[in-house]
T-cell receptor, first 114, second 117 residues
Framework: AAGVIQSPRHLIKEKRETATLKCYPI?????VYWYQQGPGQDPQFLIS???????DKGSIPDRFSAQQFSDYHSELNMSSLELGDSALYFC?????????????FGPGTRLTVT | AQKVTQAQTEISVVEKEDVTLDCVYE???????LFWYKQPPSGELVFLIR??????QNEISGRYSWNFQKSTSSFNFTITASQVVDSAVYFC??????????????FGKGTKLTVNP
């Protein structure tokens, strides 16, 4: 079965640079979530999209933005990177027609800011 | 707001021992979902189980079992006859409806399980 695809899997950037993370949800899934997991931390909700519209925001810095495109893939754009942005970024997708209740996670993108 | 507490930060056992990971949650919702995820050293989040608030039946899947008790707001996870491959961080999570209509997961801090040979 198809899973959530994230690219790239690893990314190394320098401070003040920009990074773009991509997420391709499971086909027919209409909701995408982004989570950030710092070293030794639990995943924290950043933002979600339903049918290409932003549906909710969590603790996402103003330097970050995201969108969901017509093909339902999503991109998380991160500017003016800071050392503290080094983390594992997960994308998850779900199908609203089934109610929640099942978010499928991608393998994550490990971002290292030097 | 929802909250998930995993009081055990780290647990170390010897192979073949049974181990229980505790999870206590807080929510005002009458309908909610609870989850357990496993995160091995490779980093991916592996879904283990989902439980809805109306289903208090315990579940067993191979060496894994889950004990859901609404009266104590707990959703504990037991691994019997632990194996070295069970070594990972285990997260308990609770679904929370958002204002925007989607749902997000609220995770506990995780329990790092080390199974020694």
């Amino acid at each position: 079965a198809a899973g959530v695809i994230q690219s790239p899997r690893h990314l190394i950037k320098e401070k003040r640079e920009t990074a773009t993370l991509k997420c391709y949800p499971i086909p027919r899934h209409d909701t995408v979530y982004w989570y950030q997991q710092g070293p030794g931390q639990d995943p924290q909700f950043l933002i979600s999209f339903y049918e290409k519209m932003q549906s909710d925001k969590g603790s996402i810095p103003d330097r970050f933005s995201a969108q969901q495109f017509s093909d339902y893939h999503s991109e998380l754009n991160m500017s003016s990177l800071e050392l503290g942005d080094s983390a594992l970024y997960f994308c998850a997708s779900s199908f609203s027609g089934r109610g929640i209740h099942e978010q499928y996670f991608g393998p994550g993108t490990r971002l290292t800011v030097t | 707001a929802q909250k998930v507490t995993q009081a055990q930060t780290e647990i170390s056992v010897v192979e073949k021992e049974d181990v229980t990971l505790d999870c206590v949650y807080e929510t005002r919702d009458t309908t909610y979902y609870l989850f357990w995820y496993k995160q091995p050293p490779s980093g991916e989040l592996v879904f283990l189980i989902r439980r809805n608030s109306f289903d208090e039946q315990n579940e067993i899947s191979g060496r894994y079992s889950w004990n859901f008790q609404k009266s104590t707001s707990s959703f504990n996870f037991t691994i019997t006859a632990s194996q070295v491959v069970d070594s990972a961080v285990y997260f308990c999570a609770l679904s929370e409806a958002t204002q925007g209509g989607s749902e997000k997961l609220v995770f506990g801090k995780g329990t790092k399980l080390t199974v020694n040979p």
